[in-house]
């Protein structure tokens, strides 16, 4: 009976405890929050990633690849969501986390086909251009799905679906960050290149650090 008793609440209790200090908590609010102006900012060529996915791209122009790349940088708002829940000390199941999940899973996808104009030498770029996009957006997405699901039954329900946004958050922004470096234009046409520099670099942090705190021994 006690056995069986203990065997139980260890197995309706997280493994890990993978909630970040308050302080990490209120920047990751922060950066969530400016995240949420990049969507309807100029990201190039006076472009914002929402003109990208309703098409509205200079020289109509716009296409399957714009809309897929705009679509990611969505991913603000559930990921400011997130964020909130994380401050409140939630961490257990939410009937919208497999929904938000789902988002950035196929948000994943859209950006791993994204990279097939680059993998088969179609996007007109340089080849160090190429290498940086595939080298960001595939191995930030690869490297996270497999530990996300090698931990996925002992990584809170919460920690997973933020891990899991970022993820997808990361890997299309760089892509965007690196093919646009070079766009022409003054930076008042550019201001959400600039903003999403900034913000990229502490989401690789709070993402480094969840993925590597997985790996902690149960207690």
């Known amino acids: 009976m006690h056995s069986t008793s203990h065997l139980s609440s260890t197995a309706s209790s997280p493994a890990l405890e993978l ?51 705009g679509l990611p940088f969505f991913l603000a708002f559930p990921g400011l969501w997130f964020s909130l829940q994380s401050l409140r000390g939630r961490t257990g199941p939410h009937a919208s986390f497999r929904f938000i999940s789902g988002f950035a899973a196929l948000s994943a996808i859209g950006t791993i086909l994204v990279e097939v104009p680059f993998l088969l030498h179609l996007a007109g770029t340089s080849d160090w251009q190429r290498v940086m996009v595939l080298s960001f957006g595939l191995g930030i997405l690869l490297i996270s799905a497999a530990v996300l699901f090698l931990r996925r039954r002992i990584i809170p329900p919460l920690a997973l679906c933020i891990a899991s946004v970022i993820a997808a958050y990361l890997a299309n922004a760089s892509l965007c960050l690196v093919v646009y470096a070079s766009s022409p234009g003054a930076s008042s046409t550019r201001t959400g290149w600039f903003v999403t520099v900034v913000l990229v670099w502490p989401m690789a942090l709070e993402l480094l650090w969840l993925l590597t705190r997985s790996f902690r021994p149960r207690l």
């Open 19 to 69: 909630t970040p200090p308050k302080g990490f908590q209120v920047v990751a609010l922060m950066v969530w929050l400016t995240a949420c102006v990049v969507p309807f900012l100029p990201f190039a060529v006076s472009t914002s990633p929402l003109d990208a996915l309703m098409l509205n791209v200079p020289g109509n122009q716009g296409n399957w690849w714009h809309f897929l790349v």
